[in-house]
T-cell receptor, first 116, second 110 residues
Framework: DAGITQSPRHKVTETGTPVTLRCHQT?????MYWYRQDPGHGLRLIHY???????DKGEVSDGYSVSRSKTEDFLLTLESATSSQTSVYFC???????????????FGPGTRLTVL | KNQVEQSPQSLIILEGKNCTLQ??????????LRWYKQDTGRGPVSLTI?????NTKSNGRYTATLDADTKQSSLHITASQLSDSASYIC?????????FGAGTRLTVKP
């Protein structure tokens, strides 16, 4: 998985509790992304980062926040988890941004989150 | 609205047979189109990438084609193997937008 780890790999939590997912890369790629994957939907972008402390919202950012204090780590936080946030979350990295011609993204193994 | 539609949703074939997966998109402007393979419980892995000027790209038994005029792409798998069982995802980029299809779930049976 291209030097990308995600933790935890599985988590079950209750509605209303805060949850933080971690993505760690050893590739020194500038761009990092958080996606969610749900049945019947393509991967949807939650937030992305284009450098340390530089982040921006994606298509489905409501209810999520992110932080990037180091090049290698990108954290996704659900401030107060809801059942609609039950999903599989993927982190991805890339050398160049979305607008580049060969903007290949490399994905982590995913985190399966269940909110009861 | 930028969208990517894949068909069929699922497909079952016998080992050794060929198959073709389809991807139609409305993303504009267009920059590139990629096909990813996603094994169960794993993250997607890139198979091919094509820009506007490329209309075919191969990676072993996988061959992708692109018709930028009709905004269609296909992924052809030759002599399928059990290990080809996976979801195949079409991803289209344009400007600052990147859209993922919902994927085709391929099952190869012995």
């Amino acid at each position: 998985d291209a030097g990308i780890t995600q933790s935890p790999r599985h988590k079950v939590t209750e509605t209303g509790t805060p949850v933080t997912l971690r993505c760690h890369q050893t590739e020194n790629h500038r761009y990092m992304y958080w996606y969610r994957q749900d049945p019947g939907h393509g991967l949807r972008l939650i937030h992305y980062s284009y450098g340390v402390k530089d982040t921006d919202k994606g298509e489905v950012s409501d209810g999520y926040s992110v932080s990037r204090s180091k090049t290698e780590d990108f954290l996704l936080t659900l401030e107060s988890a809801t059942s609609s946030q039950t999903s599989v979350y993927f982190c991805a990295i890339s050398l160049i941004g979305t607008s580049g011609d060969y903007n290949e993204q490399f994905f982590g193994p995913g985190t399966r989150l269940t909110v009861l | 609205k930028n969208q990517v539609e894949q068909s069929p949703q699922s497909l079952i074939i016998l080992e050794g047979k060929n198959c073709t997966l389809q991807c139609n998109y409305t993303v504009s402007p267009f920059s590139n189109l990629r096909w990813y393979k996603q094994d169960t419980g794993r993250g997607p892995v890139s198979l091919t990438i094509m820009t506007f000027s490329e209309n075919t790209k191969s990676n072993g038994r996988y061959t992708a084609t692109l018709d930028a005029d009709t905004k269609q792409s296909s992924l052809h798998i030759t002599a399928s193997q059990l290990s080809d069982s996976a979801s195949y995802i079409c991803v289209v980029s344009g400007g600052n937008d990147m859209r993922f299809g919902a994927g085709t779930r391929l099952t190869v049976k012995p």
